[in-house]
């Protein structure tokens, strides 16, 4: 009797567990891979669904949602040997489970090598200013190169983003460098610039000093000359006249001379008799 009931217990304990081995509720966003006896066998869709226990085995539990694949910071060198660091993310999608676990070992992980891949061939075809320039000509590049590799593995590629692309940072130290010697010249040209019609303009004006200096001179000496032959003219042969001017003139200077406090020697005209005595004699006539 025992023995009976021992029996029935391992039995419906057997059962129950074999009922729970082939039924399967697949949740929605997943599709399910099932083999038998190690070969596939059929795809579980979303819902209740039933398989043969101990036979069919579910192998593969595959997501059909978008998956956000985070493609890893590389450094990548352009056509010009300039390094810039780019990293991505692309949006994919399973479309056939199947093709994503027979035909690769690791999806994402293919397509995330894939990408960098064509990343690197991409931007290497490209100069630097190029490069930080073309990031929407990269994404679409991008996308087509990985696409239709991706189809022979069940995965459809919806999109590809360029997260961050940018020079790396011995590079930007390089750049920095560049662009300050680059100021630094701009500078320098245009110091170099403004000197150089300061000098002009100090040039032209020294030069137009000289031609009025030149002008003036040549009136003074007309004027002197007009004024000598009009005191030639007024006095004629008589000579006592123009000696008593001069003399007024000798006396003048040496007067303001004398007066000046930085005056320490005063010195005579080797013809001052002769200017005094034509002076003395004009001032020595009767009636004058």
Do not use: C
Request: hydrophobic content about 45%.
């Amino acid at each position: 009797m025992i023995g009976m009931t021992i029996l029935s217990v391992a039995l419906l304990i057997f059962v129950i567990v074999t009922i729970a081995y082939g039924v399967r509720i697949v949740p929605q966003g997943e599709e399910w891979i099932v083999q038998r006896l190690g070969k596939y066998r059929t795809t579980l869709l979303p819902g209740l669904r039933f398989i043969i226990p101990y036979i069919d085995t579910v192998a593969y539990k595959v997501t059909t949602k978008d998956i956000i694949l985070d493609v890893h910071e590389q450094e990548v060198i352009t056509r010009d040997n300039a390094v810039i660091v780019v990293n991505a993310v692309a949006f994919i999608k399973v479309t056939d489970p199947v093709k994503a676990v027979y035909g690769v070992q690791d999806y994402s992980e293919a397509i995330r090598n894939m990408i960098m891949t064509t990343l690197r061939s991409i931007v290497g075809e490209m100069e630097l200013d190029q490069a930080l320039s073309s990031r929407d000509m990269i994404k679409a590049r991008l996308k087509a190169g990985v696409a239709e590799e991706a189809l022979d593995w069940g995965l459809t590629v919806k999109s590809v983003e360029i997260q961050d692309i940018k020079p790396s940072a011995s590079m930007q130290r390089a750049m920095e460098m560049q662009a300050s010697a680059e100021r630094e010249r701009k500078a320098m040209v245009t110091r170099a610039e403004g000197e150089k019609q300061a000098m002009i303009l100090t040039a032209e004006a020294r030069l137009e000093s000289a031609k009025r200096d030149g002008a003036a001179q040549i009136t003074l000496a007309e004027a002197s000359s007009q004024a000598i032959r009009k005191v030639t003219g007024a006095f004629g042969d008589n000579e006592l006249p123009m000696l008593y001017l001069l003399g007024e003139k000798y006396i003048a200077s040496l007067t303001k001379l004398a007066e000046s406090s930085n005056a320490k020697v005063v010195l005579l005209p080797a013809d001052l008799q002769n200017s005094l005595r034509g002076l003395f004699q004009r001032m020595n006539k009767p009636g004058e």
